[in-house]
C-alpha cells in the first residue's frame, strides 16, 4: 500500500503560484465602532426583526449610518454585511455614507412635493429655502407625502413638520431651533375609559360577548377594510383563525399614498379606540401578539403610542410586550400588507409573490391578520350599536372617512355616507371650491385611483361603483383640481412618484414607471405604445404599485385630449411626426 504523499511546503506552494494572506479575509470590524454600538444598543435584542430598529438608533444618535457603523452593527447582530447594507440603502430616511463620500449636514429640511402640496407652491417653498439657507450646514431636499395633505405645503424640520409652509416662516422655525416634534392632544386612557372605552375588550375576554356576534355585528354593518382593498373584515379574521397557532395581527398604519391622512387623524384624536379595535381583533383570531407599523413621517405620533401602550400595560389591560410598536423608515411600498411584512422582518419592504397569502403565512411564517388604523377605529363603535350600515347614498351601505385635499376651503378628513358624489361632498362638507377656481377633475383614490372629469362628478364614491370609468375610490384619498391647475404637470407628479417608490423587485414597474415618465415628458405622444405599455405594468407588476401606476397617463388619454393638446402634446398612433427640415425615410 502507497504511503501517503508528503503535504506541499510552503515553498513548494509558492512555487505552484499560490499565495497566502494573513489574518481574515475582507474588512474588518472597527473596535472603537463595536464599542460605540454596545454602548448606543446596550441590552436590546439582536433577532433579525429587530434590524429596522437598530439603524434608526444609530441614524438619529449619528445623523447618518456610515459603513464602519453597519460592520460593526452586523457583527454585533452576527448577521452578514450585505444584509445589513441592504436593508440600510431601502429605505429612504436612512442615509447611508461611504468612506469617500462627505458627512450630511447635522441638520435636513424635507418639502413634500406630493401633489396637494405641488399644488400649493412647493416648489417655489424649495427653491426659496435653497437659496437662503447655507447648504454646508442645512441641506434641503424633496420628500414624498408627509400625510397632511390637507395642510399643504408642508416642510419637516430635523423631526418637527411645519403646515401651511413659508420661507419665512420656516426660517422662523430654524432660528428657534424647534426641531422637535409638537405635542399632540389626546384621549388618555382615564378618559376613554370613562366615556365606555374597552368594555368591549372586556366583554370578550368574560365571554358576555362571543367571537361569532361580533362577527356577525361586523358583517351585518358590512364593515371592510378601508385602508383600500375593501376586504369584509369578519371574512378576514375567519380566514386566519383557520391558520394554526400562532398567529399575529399586524396594524398597518402606514398610510403613503399621496392624499391620505385619515388614519394619522384617528390615531391622534383616539388611539385608544385604534387599540381596542386592534385588541378585539387579537382576541377573535387568537393572536400572539399585535405588531403596530407606523410610518415614519408620523413622529409626534410614536411618542402617542408608546404612552398608550404603556397606559394600558400599567392598568394590566395588556401583558407587557404584547402590543409592539414598530417604526417604519421611508418607503412607500411598505403599505402593501405582505411588503410591511418584510419590513417588520427586518427587511427591505418587497412584497411576497403569491399564494399564499399572509392570512396563511405572513410574520415569521405563520397565519397573520393585517387590518387598516381606520377599520380597526369602527370595530368598538360598532359592537357598541353606532349606526354605521343605514347612512349610505344611492344604494351603498355605510360612512367613509375622506381625506380631502386640493381647491377646497376646507380640507381634511369628512366623515360623509358611502355612495355620495364628489359635488356633495365638496358642497356639504368642504365649503365649496376656493374662489376663482372651477372643478376640472379629481382624483378619487389619491395617487393610485385615476383622475377623472368634472363630468363624473356626480358619481357614488364607493368601492366597486368607480371600475367602469378606470379608476377606483382605494384610502377614499380625494384630491380636488380645478381649470387652473395643468393636469400633464399633474400625471408628472404622480408617475414620479411611482418611479421614485418602486421597489425596483419587478422589470415591469422597475422599467415600466420610469419608461411612462419619460414618455409623458416629451410633446408626441404615441397612445398605441403608452396603452400598450401601461397594460404591460397592470398584467405583470407584482403588486399594487406597479398595477396602479399607469392610471393617471390612462385617465388623461380617455377625459382630457383637449387639455393634453391645450398643454402642447401631440396625440397620435404612430411614430411622432418629423419636423420639416429632418431628412424623411
Not at 11 to 29: C, W
Request: glycine fraction near 10%; charged fraction near 20%.
Amino acid at each position: 500500500m502507497p504511503s501517503p504523499s508528503p503535504s506541499p511546503s510552503p515553498s513548494a506552494s509558492q512555487a505552484a503560484g499560490r499565495h497566502t494572506r494573513p489574518g481574515l479575509r475582507g474588512r474588518q470590524t472597527d473596535p472603537a465602532a463595536l464599542a460605540e454600538i454596545e454602548a448606543l444598543l446596550g441590552a436590546a435584542h439582536r433577532e433579525r426583526d429587530e434590524l429596522i430598529e437598530h439603524l434608526h438608533a444609530l441614524q438619529d444618535r449619528f445623523g447618518h449610518l456610515s459603513l464602519r457603523h453597519l460592520r460593526a452593527l452586523a457583527d454585533w447582530m452576527r448577521m452578514p454585511m450585505a444584509e445589513v447594507y441592504e436593508t440600510a440603502t431601502f429605505y429612504a430616511h436612512f442615509d447611508v455614507v461611504r468612506e469617500d463620500e462627505p458627512v450630511p449636514p447635522a441638520l435636513t429640511v424635507r418639502v413634500c412635493d406630493s401633489l396637494p402640496c405641488q399644488l400649493a407652491g412647493a416648489q417655489a417653498l424649495r427653491a426659496a429655502l435653497d437659496a437662503a439657507l447655507d447648504p454646508a450646514r442645512i441641506r434641503v431636499l424633496r420628500a414624498p407625502c408627509m400625510g397632511r395633505c390637507d395642510q399643504a405645503p408642508v416642510a419637516q424640520l430635523g423631526r418637527r413638520h411645519l403646515s401651511r409652509a413659508t420661507p419665512a416662516a420656516v426660517l422662523a422655525a430654524l432660528a428657534r431651533g424647534a426641531l422637535d416634534p409638537e405635542p399632540i392632544a389626546w384621549q388618555r386612557l382615564a378618559d376613554y375609559r370613562a366615556a365606555g372605552g374597552y368594555t368591549l375588550l372586556q366583554r370578550l375576554r368574560s365571554g358576555e360577548t362571543g367571537v361569532a356576534a361580533l362577527e356577525a355585528r361586523l358583517a351585518e354593518a358590512g364593515l371592510r377594510g378601508l385602508g383600500g382593498a375593501g376586504f369584509p373584515t369578519a371574512r378576514k379574521w375567519q380566514a386566519v383563525r383557520a391558520g394554526a397557532a400562532p398567529r399575529y395581527l399586524v396594524v398597518n398604519a402606514d398610510e403613503g399614498e399621496p392624499g391620505t391622512f385619515k388614519d394619522r387623524h384617528y390615531l391622534e384624536t383616539a388611539p385608544h379606540r385604534v387599540l381596542e379595535g386592534a385588541l378585539a381583533s387579537a382576541l377573535a383570531v387568537g393572536a400572539a401578539a399585535i405588531y403596530v407599523y407606523l410610518r415614519d413621517e408620523y413622529p409626534g405620533l410614536h411618542a402617542v403610542l408608546r404612552e398608550a401602550i404603556a397606559e394600558l400595560e400599567a392598568a394590566g389591560l395588556v401583558a407587557p410586550g404584547f402590543i409592539v410598536l414598530r417604526r417604519g423608515a421611508g418607503a412607500y411600498i411598505c403599505g402593501e400588507e405582505s411588503a410591511l411584512i418584510e419590513s417588520l422582518e427586518g427587511k427591505p419592504g418587497k412584497p411576497r409573490h403569491r399564494p399564499p397569502f399572509v392570512a396563511e403565512a405572513g410574520l415569521f411564517g405563520r397565519p397573520t391578520l393585517v387590518n387598516n388604523v381606520e377599520t380597526l377605529y369602527w370595530i368598538p363603535l360598532l359592537a357598541a350599536g353606532a349606526a354605521f350600515a343605514g347612512e349610505g347614498r344611492r344604494g351603498r351601505s355605510g360612512l367613509r372617512s375622506f381625506s380631502v385635499s386640493g381647491r377646497v376651503n376646507k380640507p381634511g378628513v369628512h366623515l360623509a355616507p358611502a355612495g355620495i358624489t364628489l359635488r356633495e361632498l365638496v358642497d356639504e362638507h368642504c365649503g365649496g371650491l376656493q374662489p376663482g377656481h372651477r372643478l376640472l377633475a379629481y382624483l378619487p383614490g389619491g395617487a393610485s385611483g385615476g383622475i377623472l372629469p368634472a363630468a363624473l362628478a356626480d358619481l357614488p364614491l364607493d368601492f366597486d361603483t368607480l371600475q367602469p370609468h378606470g379608476s377606483f375610490i382605494g384610502s377614499a384619498a380625494i384630491i380636488v383640481l380645478s381649470d387652473q391647475d395643468d393636469l400633464r404637470a399633474v400625471a408628472d407628479n404622480l408617475l414620479a412618484f411611482f418611479a421614485d417608490e418602486s421597489c425596483g423587485q419587478c422589470t415591469p414597474c422597475r422599467l415600466g414607471t420610469e419608461k411612462l415618465l419619460t414618455l409623458l415628458r416629451t410633446d408626441d405622444w404615441d397612445v398605441a405604445r403608452l396603452q400598450a405599455l401601461a397594460q404591460t405594468l397592470r398584467d405583470a407588476s407584482i403588486c399594487g404599485l406597479g398595477q396602479a401606476a399607469p392610471n393617471p397617463v390612462s385617465s388623461l388619454l380617455r377625459f382630457f385630449p383637449a387639455e393634453l393638446a391645450r398643454a402642447g402634446v401631440r396625440l397620435h398612433a404612430g411614430p411622432p411626426a418629423r419636423d420639416a427640415g429632418e431628412l424623411q425615410p
